[in-house]
């Protein structure tokens, strides 16, 4: 089937995940093959979940790691001491 | 404006020094730049996301865990350490305040702490946590609103709107310096907490946490296919407000690398 590049839009968050039907991929890459602007807009959208998943992207404020096992030592050593191995 | 990395040790390269080496030289496979994707490769990476994971050994947290429960409480010191992160990112995604999200985080994993004996072993921690976390973060969510939350979702889901992306040309002829800015960066961040709730959380979960379909559909309390439309359109949504974002600072000259003041 021949797709317009609307059609693709559609399907462009599954084609990403790699869950669309062998045919509809099919017909997806080929016409990836002689279309830019879908090429193009299918690689903007996956570069964006790259750099969301990129770490300095979605980063933790200062000293949370600190906070959160003061806390949880806290806790632990409150709420179990007989459990504690020495 | 300086990059906020230093002193957190985590990062080794400032922007300018990864910009140059990317300049002129092939993909750096361990670097975000080296793995942005050129138009032409585009379809033979096909799916690659797909296979991202950041689970560590399900062995070894198996055995923590059981340790644990057995009665070395320390020891979820070493369990809760690779989850921090997703901890935190989970309950912003729904109260998007960050002192909340911090103290709504502790107090998630305070919580895991609590319950680790009624953790199943058939059931993923990762997601068990996960669940944690977003009821931690609708309680707070709650608390803060009144009780309407539960009806604003559902007028929110039938809101019908366009999702098609933003046609986009010249992909190709912005620079891999543009992508390491951190310009883009903070873009990306706003747009994601612009998201309207509903796509903001499906989004978070499946592409910042790596939760698959159904782990998301499960932590959220939906069905796959209500994930698959959210999440297709939350991607479009940043799509679209990133692309004119990328046409606007991309610099003219190639190579030249202007970086932030």
Same mark, same amino acid.
């Given at each position: ?86 | ?24 030289? =092939? ?19 096909? =799916? ?88 931690? =973060? ?82 959220? =309390? ?40």
């Amino acid at each position: 089937m021949k797709l317009e590049c609307k059609h693709v839009w559609e399907y462009i968050s599954e084609y990403i995940d790699g869950r669309v039907d062998p045919q509809v991929k099919e017909d997806i890459e080929r016409h990836l093959e002689h279309c830019e602007i879908c090429s193009a807009t299918l690689d903007s959208t996956r570069n964006i979940l790259i750099l969301t998943a990129d770490d300095r992207t979605f980063e933790l404020p200062m000293g949370y790691s600190e906070r959160l096992h003061e806390r949880l030592k806290k806790e632990i050593e409150s709420a179990e001491p007989d459990l504690k191995k020495k | 404006m300086e990059e906020s990395s230093q002193g957190k040790g985590r990062k080794e390269e400032d922007l300018t020094r990864r910009a140059q080496r990317h300049r002129g030289e =092939g993909a750096e496979k361990k670097t975000v730049a080296g793995r942005l994707i050129c138009a032409r490769k585009s379809v033979a990476r096909q =799916g690659e996301l797909a296979q991202t994971t950041m689970q560590a050994a399900p062995t070894k947290e198996t055995d923590l865990i059981s340790r644990i429960v057995a009665g070395e409480r320390e020891l979820f010191h070493d369990l809760i350490r690779p989850y921090e992160k997703m901890v935190y990112l989970t309950v912003l995604s729904i109260v998007k305040n960050q002192a909340d999200a911090e103290d709504g985080a502790q107090e998630a994993v305070i919580n895991a702490y609590r319950h680790l004996n009624s953790f199943r072993a058939e059931a993923k921690f990762s997601t068990w946590l996960t669940m944690i976390a977003i009821n931690e =973060g609708r309680r707070r969510l709650r608390k803060a609103k009144g009780a309407a939350e539960d009806s604003i979702e559902e007028l929110e889901e039938e809101k019908e709107g366009d999702y098609t992306p933003a046609p986009l040309t010249d992909w190709r002829e912005i620079p891999l310096e543009t992508l390491e800015r951190k310009e883009l960066r903070e873009a990306l961040r706003e747009a994601v907490e612009e998201l309207p709730d509903i796509y903001r959380q499906v989004f978070t979960l499946r592409d910042l946490e790596e939760l698959n379909i159904e782990e998301t559909a499960r932590a959220l =309390g939906v069905n796959p296919g209500i994930v698959k439309v959210r999440l297709h359109r939350a991607r479009i949504m940043l799509q679209k407000k990133l692309v004119p974002f990328l046409k606007t600072v991309a610099p003219a000259r190639k190579g030249f690398f202007r970086r932030a003041p």
